[in-house]
């Protein structure tokens, strides 16, 4: 079963940027999907971006476009997001999940029923 490693989070003030980093193991195809998601306290966890490896597809949910990107480094197995101009809101655990597929199937749904995934880094905004 393939592994995620999330790492990054931290505190940091409204404005600010932080770089997410997910190392990844054990996928046994080269047609999958890493993604990150997130979660507030009191809500239900929801899709921020993904980046399929068997091309380059990106997603990018609407209310972090423009401030985050995420990529990857196939060699290191390695995916970032690396989150610029963050707010209040974007205050939540983060988390990276693998699974089959393309960018097309990105949702927490897929991806609980078919991924797998880290155990979440948090990240807060505050200042």
């Known amino acids: 079963q393939a592994q995620l490693v999330e790492s990054g989070g931290g505190l940091v003030q409204p404005g600010g940027s932080l770089r997410l980093s997910c190392a990844f193991s054990r996928f046994t195809s080269d047609h999958y999907t890493i993604g990150w998601f997130r979660q507030a306290p009191g809500k239900e966890r929801e899709g921020v971006s993904c980046?399929?490896?068997?091309?380059?597809?990106?997603y990018y949910a609407d209310f972090v476009k423009g401030r985050f990107t995420i990529s990857r480094d196939n060699a290191k197995k390695m995916v970032y997001l690396q989150m610029n101009s963050l707010k209040p809101e974007d205050t939540a655990t983060y988390y990276c999940a693998g699974a089959p597929g393309d960018c097309r199937y990105f949702s927490a749904h897929y991806y609980s029923a078919l991924g797998s995934w880290g155990q979440g880094t948090q990240v807060t905004v505050s200042s």
């Open positions: 980046i399929s490896f068997s091309d380059d597809d990106t």
